[in-house]
């Protein structure tokens, strides 16, 4: 009987110890896999394992459920920023995205000092993915984000994209609230929505309103890179991408890349701008839309940079003068002005003159329709185009091409305090080394280097795109976390980094932070 009592005891520990085991295998294939999962796959993993959806209500609108649910994962963001390399003219736009609406104030000193900001931005993951305004942290030395029950945390820069004015930041930290992902196609006009922010440096607002128009095109991203232009010798080439949700809902200075909800508290847009002559509230306000934002981010994440797809073409939105001048009788679609030689269009057979009237069946009647759609694919991604030439409709199937020469704007300089800090003056965006590029290189570690930020120390000193990364200050990396602790060992303002640019030959580099 002794005997029997002791073989159960050990096969029930057996049993125990087994089933932990499995238990943690599965826990460690679980967060392997989600760190290969977009956004959007994350949130339905969590939402999976943790229900409850909010109800729109009928009748009387009541936004309380909805509020509960956002407010606490849409964070204030504190940017600190030196003077050389932040904006030092105000512009007195009609529509204030920069100066007026991120709530900088205008100067005119031409000595460089500290300017300080806030803006705000939207939890995207448990462990720390924030989505914000890139034109909030473009110029960042110093990027704090606080949440609603007031911890605080340091972000550092993963992608940053001008021509959508969109960004990603990351914090360390876990558990964090998160706003769910919703479905910007599905937004009617007269639906009602919240913005929550921090707008004129208040803490957590929510306001609410209507989706007053969709697919709004405002210049404001065009004449912010014509800003931003140092060449006036040379054209600029236009690559903003602009397909605004408008609202009437209450935004302010401070709520730029905020949250833009509906009844249910998902998120359908990112709010980035205003239409007003002062600066505050005077009827208008304008998101991203999500799903432009879903593909951006997530390129932020896996590739360091957004991977975008041209069609090849230049356009013009068709108007009564148009149709004079050439003869069409097309009302709505867009008139192509001239084809890139060797793009998508010219191979699918697209001619100057032609008039794109649909994208993927669905019919165009502004610039924003394509724009839109094709922002959210990639290089090698196929789309149906329907194009009209002499009377006749007809169906071709593009596959995008890339576009080198189009780069991130961004950049800042000098050295700072924290890792953090250092890390967003390197001025650069990484991704980790695959498995198959580490054993062509004969190394055991590795970061790529994706994009070179304008302004930053990578720039100064000449480092390019491509080159692996294997240690900094001593230390393997092998993702940004790893660059950031590694970071943190810098002594005597001196960033000291190995890189292996072909088999067979390494490049040590000491990179001063004062330069």
Do not use: C
């Not at 005891?9 to 238990?23: M, R």
């Not at 793009?343 to 697209?350: C, N």
């Not at 003056?425 to 991704?431: E, N, R």
């Amino acid at each position: 009987m002794k005997n029997l009592g002791k073989n159960l005891g050990v096969n029930l520990l057996t049993a125990v110890l087994g089933g932990a085991v499995a238990v943690g295998g599965y826990k460690l294939f679980e967060n392997k896999q989600l760190q290969n999962m977009t956004f959007e796959d994350q949130q339905k993993v969590y939402y999976a394992n943790n229900p409850g959806e909010l109800l729109s209500s009928t009748g009387n609108p009541d936004f309380t459920q909805a509020a509960a649910a956002v407010s606490p994962a849409v964070v204030h963001i504190k940017v600190t920023m030196s003077g050389r390399g932040s904006r030092q003219e105000g512009y007195g736009s009609p529509f204030d995205l920069f100066d007026e609406f991120f709530g900088l104030p205008q100067r005119r000193q031409s000595q460089p000092r500290v300017a300080q900001a806030s803006g705000s931005g939207v939890i995207l993951t448990p462990d720390g993915y924030i989505v914000t305004n890139n034109h909030v942290v473009e110029n960042a030395d110093k990027i704090e984000v606080q949440l609603t029950d007031k911890r605080t945390f340091e972000a550092k820069i993963i992608g940053r994209d001008p021509s959508t004015d969109l960004a990603l930041i990351k914090v360390s930290a876990s558990n964090l609230p998160i706003v769910k992902m919703g479905d910007s196609d599905n937004v009617q006009i007269g639906e009602w929505v919240l913005a929550v922010g921090y707008p004129l440096s208040l803490q957590s607002t929510v306001t609410a309103g209507i989706v007053s128009a969709k697919g709004r095109q405002i210049g404001i991203l065009g004449d912010a890179q014509q800003r931003r232009y140092s060449n006036p010798d040379e054209q600029m080439v236009n690559t903003a991408i602009e397909s605004f949700i408008q609202t009437d809902a209450v935004i302010n200075r401070g709520n730029s890349g905020g949250a833009l909800v509906n009844a249910r508290g998902e998120l359908i847009g990112i709010n980035s701008a205003i239409a007003s002559p002062t600066g505050v509230y005077a009827g208008y306000g304008f998101a991203i839309p999500i799903n432009l934002a879903k593909k951006v981010l997530d390129d932020f994440k896996k590739y360091g940079s957004v991977k975008r797809g041209y069609i090849g073409i230049t356009f013009t939105e068709i108007n009564e003068a148009l149709r004079k001048e050439t003869g069409i009788d097309d009302i709505n679609g867009l008139y192509v002005q001239s084809v890139v030689k060797g793009g998508a269009a010219e191979a699918a057979g697209i001619k100057k003159g032609d008039v794109i009237t649909k994208i993927d069946g669905k019919k165009i009647y502004s610039s924003s329709d394509l724009q839109e759609r094709v922002a959210r694919l990639r290089p090698g991604d196929k789309v149906t185009i329907t194009y009209k030439r002499d009377g006749k409709e007809k169906d071709v199937t593009l596959t995008l091409k890339s576009q080198d020469d189009v780069k991130s704007l961004g950049g800042d300089e000098g050295p700072s305090a924290s890792a953090t800090e250092i890390f967003n003056k390197l001025g650069a965006s990484f991704i980790p080394a695959s498995d198959a590029r580490k054993k062509e290189l004969g190394v055991n570690s590795g970061v790529v280097v994706t994009e070179i930020h304008r302004g930053g120390i990578f720039e100064y000193f000449g480092i390019e795109k491509g080159l692996v990364i294997t240690e900094i200050n001593g230390k393997p990396v092998n993702n940004v976390d790893d660059i950031e602790a590694a970071l943190a060992n810098t002594k005597r303002n001196i960033v000291r980094i190995k890189g292996v640019p072909q088999r067979g030959s390494t490049v040590e580099l000491n990179i001063p932070l004062k330069y």
